[in-house]
């Protein structure tokens, strides 16, 4: 009896650190890991390459990682937060100077033979620095938005010289994402991305753009505090926005660049340069029909017919393999996963815990929608990796690390600070 009540002290004491841990946000992550090792694995058979061993020990070491950060308080984050978003924009400036360059972006710094890239890393640093910023005020004025996005600029270019497009874009995803869930106005968020919209509809349809200039200068009055000023200011931003997103489009994007923009809408325009991928992944996504056609039987995927498979394509070689039931699994889980995070963000003890959550959900589900748009032809292709199935070390461990941050928020929910 004595025997057994140590036993059962011992294990308590053992799982103790983590015992408010959301064990299912963690196995599914696990899980997807797992199954992204069997798959890349199948996509490199013709090659004979083991990179699938490397793809499963980064993700043990990640698992680690994210159970060590799940026991640290996270609330600490706060007094290092202008210590972790220096540390961010160091590294991303060291890879201008030292970095090496593969697929046309020097986005990489070599380690002995791991290459590491801080632009992954530094989507944590962002995360951090902006949950720290805006937990005690939000984004309820101007001064705070501003001061938000000036903390996103910095990293965002410096990414943008190297040049990372697909990273880029992830940026704005987190702060867009964690501006909204401190209360920001709704309005100030479509003024935010209104210049955006303005570049595209000067170039694909006039009076839409005519439209559009409106409908911005009516919310610039309506929510900014200086009524008038702000209406006029706002439609000048979009008007100057159509002429300079049709000059920067014309003389200043290399035509390889517009055609990346662009040939996801019509491929078949260029089948063997720019839109070959997109062709290729989604003949290879229709081949799997319902079921797929086994593990390691497409066809596509085995003769190699679809560049970086293993990476930013995992998607497509799921499709043919596993099928439609087995592209729904896995969509299946990723909604599991964001749902995780959507409770853990509303039922943290502060607003800082709850931010921090939101900014790797937004993180998470952006670069889910856009790297399965692209491979099924609704999204450009940018080069952004499918979170803990493809390959690629760097962006594996931020997102355990990512997630041990999250399971922190998780696990100390509940516990007062002695």
Not at 102 to 118: L, R
Request: include cysteine.
């Amino acid at each position: 009896m004595l025997q057994k009540s140590l036993s059962r002290i011992s294990w308590k004491s053992l799982i103790q650190p983590w015992q408010e841990l959301d064990w299912l946000l963690l196995l599914l992550p696990v899980g997807l890991t797992l199954f992204g090792g069997i798959t890349i694995r199948s996509t490199q058979l013709h090659l004979g390459a083991t990179i699938w061993w490397q793809h499963w020990v980064t993700g043990l070491v990640g698992v680690l990682i994210t159970l060590v950060i799940a026991r640290w308080r996270y609330e600490n984050l706060i007094q290092w937060r202008w210590i972790i978003y220096g540390i961010t924009n160091l590294s991303l400036l060291l890879v201008i100077f030292i970095g090496t360059t593969a697929n046309g972006a020097q986005s990489w710094v070599a380690i002995g033979n791991f290459h590491v890239q801080p632009s992954e890393f530094a989507k944590v640093g962002v995360i951090i620095t902006l949950a720290a910023v805006l937990h005690e005020h939000g984004a309820r004025s101007l001064g705070m938005v501003l001061k938000s996005l000036a903390i996103t600029a910095v990293p965002w270019i410096l990414i943008m010289l190297q040049p990372d497009l697909g990273t880029s874009l992830v940026f704005g995803a987190i702060t867009l994402g964690m501006l909204y869930w401190a209360n920001m106005n709704p309005g100030w968020l479509v003024l935010l991305i209104s210049p955006i919209v303005a570049a595209i509809l000067f170039g694909v349809f006039l009076p839409g753009w005519l439209a559009w200039v409106g409908l911005v200068a009516v919310i610039g009055w309506r929510t900014l505090p200086w009524a008038v000023s702000g209406s006029f200011m706002a439609a000048v931003v979009n008007l100057v926005a159509g002429g300079l997103g049709s000059f920067i489009w014309q003389h200043v994007l290399k035509e390889y660049q517009r055609d990346r923009l662009t040939l996801f809408l019509d491929p078949d325009k260029d089948p063997l340069g720019g839109g070959y991928h997109l062709i290729q992944s989604r003949i290879a996504i229709g081949a799997g029909q319902l079921f797929g056609r086994g593990l390691n039987q497409g066809t596509q995927t085995q003769l190699n017919f679809i560049p970086e498979q293993h990476t930013d394509f995992i998607f497509s070689a799921i499709g043919e393999e596993f099928g439609f039931v087995g592209c729904i699994i896995v969509l299946l889980v990723f909604w599991l996963i964001c749902l995780r995070l959507v409770i853990i963000a509303q039922n943290a003890k502060d607003n800082f815990g709850s931010l921090l959550a939101i900014g790797v959900l937004s993180m998470i589900v952006f670069q889910v929608l856009i790297n399965i748009g692209m491979t099924i032809g609704l999204a450009p292709i940018t080069g952004i990796p499918l979170p803990w199935l493809s390959y690629g070390r760097s962006a594996l461990l931020t997102n355990f690390i990512a997630l041990g941050i999250v399971e922190s928020v998780s696990n100390y929910r509940h516990r007062l600070k002695f």
